[in-house]
């Protein structure tokens, strides 16, 4: 998805600056992070994406500038009212097994970004998205070794499941922090 910049040269940087994941679980652990709360910190982003100092240094105005597009465009994707939101995964002309590997990683980042927050097991989930949950998790373990291009279908309706779940869960979460600031402001 351009809007978020391009997968290729987010991933170069990312292996270049010896980053903890790829492109598409950056991007699910942003995803995940502001499912949660809009205003999730970049800060705390960028640290869980790399693991030392030295590294965050090593970035270049070129490289934080990719990052905060990253990062700002996965927000304004999350809040649009059309739910434009979609997957970074590498294009279409990659072979299937290296985007399925990529919406695996994308799965685990985003579960990442949710816990990493603060949400864990005892929330209050909804039985249909405790669903979406254990879903995702499933994804997240994908085999793709045994992908062909036989699975293109299969791979485009998980795909478009994936983003389905993140629709659910982000209006679930997004009331739970609603009711939290009411709470709060009542007190």
Known sequence: MKRLGDYDDLQSMLEM????????????????????????????WITAVFDTDEQLEALTDTDKQSLIGLFDGTLELLKSDEFLFDLLLPDDDERIGVRALAMS??????????????????????????????????????DSDGSDDSDEQAFIELQEYVRSAVHMLLDELQLSAEAKNTEATVH
């Open 105 to 142: 990683e994308w799965c685990q980042g985003f579960l990442y970004g949710v816990a990493y927050m603060g949400v864990g097991d005892d929330k209050e989930w909804s039985d249909e998205n405790r669903g979406v949950l254990r879903d995702l998790m499933e994804i997240s373990r994908l």
């Open 17 to 44: 600056r010896d980053a903890l994941m790829g492109a598409s679980e950056t991007h699910g652990l942003a995803a995940g992070m502001l499912c949660v709360k809009f205003d999730a910190d970049f800060n705390r």
